[in-house]
């Protein structure tokens, strides 16, 4: 038990002392606070067409713990799935792969540390809701149990879950992050909209990790019954329209069947049978194994090695050898970076950037630029993520640093294969937008890829690791998907002054290349 307890208490330390982990909670706030619009606010976060619900304790606590579940259980995976893979980058596996400790209980420390993690994030969005309340609220009572019995109900059980997923993502996937983030997503997807068009059962009841038709459900159905409509559509997230309320309705909570109490218990127990299950495929840090053609050409390696030195003693002939010439251009860094970022990751991944790559030339526009061109950039995310951190992480970095010129030739070079990379990705778009004559788009579209490529740099530089800008990098792209027109950085969604939101824009990316190139000059200054 003592084991467990130090890693837990160890990884969590490490987690909430690291910028990632400051900049979600600081998101996360922020997000807490948008929970509560005003009501002249140009977006909703529950809709109902036509209504408009009292911002009681009950109305505050419920909407908020909901939002809190869904938005921190998509972005917070990213958070918390690489638990395992510090500890095998900082070896500290191998000490803990010698010691009595069990691949359950090592697996089950890190995934209560996940856990952890997110209810501390929970905790804070908790005391934000109960602020709002008093700041927005009607004159209506503060009903405490509003509050914690959605956050106990809703947060706890879909949490502890995603946690335990973090943890079979990374058992299963060890060292494919982009393939475990895209399959997150995708279960995510399949479990929110596999739920919203079930039937009113209480199959659908127990499939609901997060519990939104519960709760959309209980709104509905007394709008229904109060002012004998028939309404169907409630809508969650942040819809940015403006709707015409004409009633505002008192919502007292949702009375819970026994069915989804019961359900919020299952989903403890399933993940921990998920943990349970992953223990028996854990490597526990024993990379050794090695397939038969690896071992094969090891072998013939070595026999070649031995017929060098011992059989076939030869000396170099320095004349034969081609003439050094020296080059101090750019270009030789540009095509190392791009072939760097090329190689990069499974070559499956690229089997996938392909067909979305194919499918923006055929699909209409509006799909191929508001949908497809962020998803196959956000495909990216690990190779850009590590553009200026690489060095870093593989303690290159006391050599170049010192090199010749590091901030007028490297770190360019780097940039401009990022850029480079982005804008082949989105040709198909930016060909068809040529085509229309639309030149704002096509402008958009190049300061995009140059803002999410600074961004990634700048981010890498500063906070001396990727996963800040793997996390920043989801929320926008997640916000951008669903139309945000605050995370657009692409001009994806209509503006009402294209200069001002250029000017934003090269206000940004000047920004974030000066902060870079500054961080970047005092760390090779004080190495």
């Known amino acids: ?29 922020y997000v807490a606070y948008l929970f509560v619009p005003l009501p002249t606010a140009q977006y909703t976060t529950l809709h109902v067409p036509g209504y408009r619900g009292a911002f009681n304790s009950a109305w ?26 510090k500890d095998i980058d900082t070896e500290v596996g191998l000490i803990i792969a010698t010691t009595p400790v069990t691949n359950l209980c090592y697996l089950l420390s890190k ?27 009607s004159g209506y009572p503060f009903i405490i149990s509003n509050f914690i019995i959605p956050y106990i109900l809703f947060a706890m059980p879909a949490l502890f879950f995603v946690s335990a997923l973090a943890i079979a993502a990374e058992v299963f996937l060890r060292d494919k992050l982009i393939l475990q983030c895209v399959a997150f997503i995708f279960f995510f997807g399949s479990i929110i909209g596999g739920v919203k068009n079930m039937p009113n059962t209480n199959q659908a009841v127990v499939m609901d990790v997060f519990g939104v038709k519960t709760l959309t459900n209980s709104i509905r159905g007394q709008i229904n019954t109060q002012y004998h409509a028939n309404v169907q559509d409630v809508s969650m997230g942040f819809i940015f329209s403006k709707h015409k309320t004409n009633h505002i309705f008192v919502w007292n909570g949702v009375k819970f069947s026994n069915v989804f109490l019961l359900s919020r218990l299952l989903w403890f127990v399933w993940g921990l049978l998920i943990v349970y299950i992953s223990s028996f495929f854990f490597h526990r840090f024993d990379f050794k194994q090695a397939s038969s053609r690896k071992k094969k050409k090891k072998t013939e390696l070595s026999e070649s090695t031995y017929d060098v030195i011992y059989k076939e003693p030869a000396t170099i002939n ?48 509006d799909i191929a630029y508001g949908i497809l061109l962020p998803i196959i950039w956000f495909l990216q995310v690990t190779r850009w993520s590590e553009l200026a951190t690489k060095e870093k992480a593989n303690q290159l970095h006391y050599f170049t640093y010192s090199s010749y010129k590091p901030l007028q030739r490297m770190l360019p070079a780097q940039i401009l294969a990022g850029v480079i990379l982005a804008i082949v990705l989105a040709l198909p778009v930016i060909v068809r937008c040529g085509f229309t004559a639309d030149g704002y788009a096509v402008f958009n579209i190049i300061s995009g890829a140059l803002f999410i490529v600074l961004l990634a740099v700048c981010l890498g530089i500063v906070s001396g690791g990727k996963k800040l800008y793997e996390i920043l990098f989801f929320m926008i792209t997640y916000l951008l998907v669903e139309k945000g027109f605050i995370a657009d950085y692409m001009g994806a969604v209509p503006h009402d002054s294209h200069t001002v939101y250029i000017a934003i824009m090269l206000a940004l990316n000047v920004c974030l290349a000066v902060t870079g190139f500054t961080v970047r000059n005092y760390q090779a200054r004080h190495l």
Do not use: H
């Not at 990884?11 to 400051?22: I, N």
């Not at 934000?128 to 927005?136: E, G, K, N, T, Y």
């Open 318 to 365: 320095l004349s034969k050898l081609p003439k050094l010439v020296p080059d101090y251009g750019i270009i030789p860094f540009i095509k190392t970076e791009l072939l760097l970022l090329i190689r990069k990751g499974s070559k499956w991944l690229w089997l996938v950037i392909a067909g979305v790559w194919v499918a923006m030339i055929f699909v209409p526009l």
């Open 111 to 137: 995934m209560l540390s996940n856990f952890l993690v997110l209810f501390t994030i929970t905790g804070c969005t908790f005391v934000v809701s109960i602020v709002m309340f008093f700041v927005r609220g």
């Open 60 to 85: 505050v606590g419920y909407v908020s713990a909901m939002l809190t579940t869904i938005m921190l259980s998509l972005y917070g995976f990213f958070l918390i799935n690489t638990g395992i893979k």
């Open 1 to 29: 038990m003592k084991y467990i307890y130090s890693i837990i208490k160890g990884d969590y330390l490490q987690r909430t002392r690291s910028y990632a982990f400051l900049v979600t909670l600081a998101v996360t706030v």
